[in-house]
């Protein structure tokens, strides 16, 4: 019986991890964003604009979400000092991705209600100052996703932090037609139905990030991978005869690991795990493999579970 696994602990799988990479990205959007935040909320409650409230909302779901995924990325590569995180703490960078999408399921549902609320009232509307925050709130969101967007890719935590900014550029676009056709037309129903139209958009993007989520904190396979062709590659393997108890999860963006039992020939040699390894690092990019080799295929006994 052998154990293989891939040793890509401590600093160096710190270092290497998706989220680590990305982080000042992440950094200097949460400057670009936190720094605008205030404005833009001020000059929301001045206006009467529930637009532009509503896009200051998204901004106030930004710097914390932003904040978030910056703490989560710092903890990811905190060396454990209890003995306790086998896996380390990579998954603080998912739990980060779920607080974004409860940001933004929130920010959401304020503005839907507020624009219900409004339905039928009068509302005093300063079309001008509406269009010109928002034009600086577009400018800066667009910056920030231009940071964001290089990381988005391979990292779910900077995803998420990615599309909470997304919902803001087109919640600064809405705010600026807002503007524009309460100022053409005089009625204040386009600034409550944009807003209407923001949230709407924000909620759907949650809800397929909130999917996302809970597929890693669930454990399920790896997006891509599929338990029977990874089984069928491990039996391809010279010298494997069947796969048993296969398990494959992400533990984090660009973090996937499995677990088999691999049953061989009596006697089989040890180029058999590196084979299997090999195979799946190579054709899956799963770097963290734990395989046992047993040459009597009722050794491996199902578990109750």
Not at 3 to 27: C, D, S, T, Y
Not at 128 to 140: E, P, R
Request: overall charge negative; proline content about 1%.
């Amino acid at each position: 019986m052998g154990v293989g696994h891939g040793h890509g602990h401590g600093q160096g799988a710190a270092q290497g991890h998706a989220g680590g990479r990305h982080r000042w990205r992440l950094g200097l959007s949460f400057g670009l964003v936190g720094s605008f935040f205030g404005v833009e909320l001020v000059t929301g409650l001045w206006s009467g604009s529930l637009a532009l409230l509503s896009d200051a909302g998204h901004m106030a779901a930004d710097v914390v979400a932003l904040g978030a995924a910056l703490a989560a990325t710092r903890i990811a590569t905190m060396k454990d000092r209890t003995g306790r995180k086998t896996f380390g703490s990579y998954r603080a960078e998912v739990f980060a991705s779920g607080l974004t999408v409860l940001l933004m399921l929130g920010a959401g549902a304020y503005v839907a209600i507020e624009g219900l609320r409004r339905i039928g009232q009068s509302v005093e509307l300063e079309s001008g100052a509406v269009m010109v925050v928002g034009t600086i709130g577009l400018l800066i969101n667009i910056a920030a996703l231009m940071l964001l967007r290089g990381g988005a890719g391979e990292s779910l935590n900077v995803k998420g932090a990615y599309l909470e900014v997304v919902a803001d550029t087109v919640g600064s676009v809405g705010v600026i037609a807002a503007g524009l056709m309460v100022a053409l037309t005089g009625s204040v129903w386009w600034d409550t139905g944009i807003a209407l139209a923001i949230a709407a958009f924000v909620v759907v993007r949650a809800v397929m990030l909130g999917r996302e989520v809970l597929t890693v904190l669930g454990q399920h396979a790896p997006a891509g991978m599929d338990p029977a062709e990874v089984e069928a590659t491990l039996i391809g393997v010279d010298g494997v005869d069947e796969v048993h108890d296969l398990h494959l999860w992400t533990l984090t963006s660009g973090m996937n690991v499995a677990t088999a039992h691999l049953v061989a020939a009596p006697g089989s040699s040890p180029a058999v795990l590196v084979a299997a390894r090999a195979a799946l690092r190579d054709r899956y990019g799963v770097e963290h493999a734990t395989l046992q080799v047993e040459s009597d295929a009722t050794a491996c006994t199902e578990l109750s579970w």
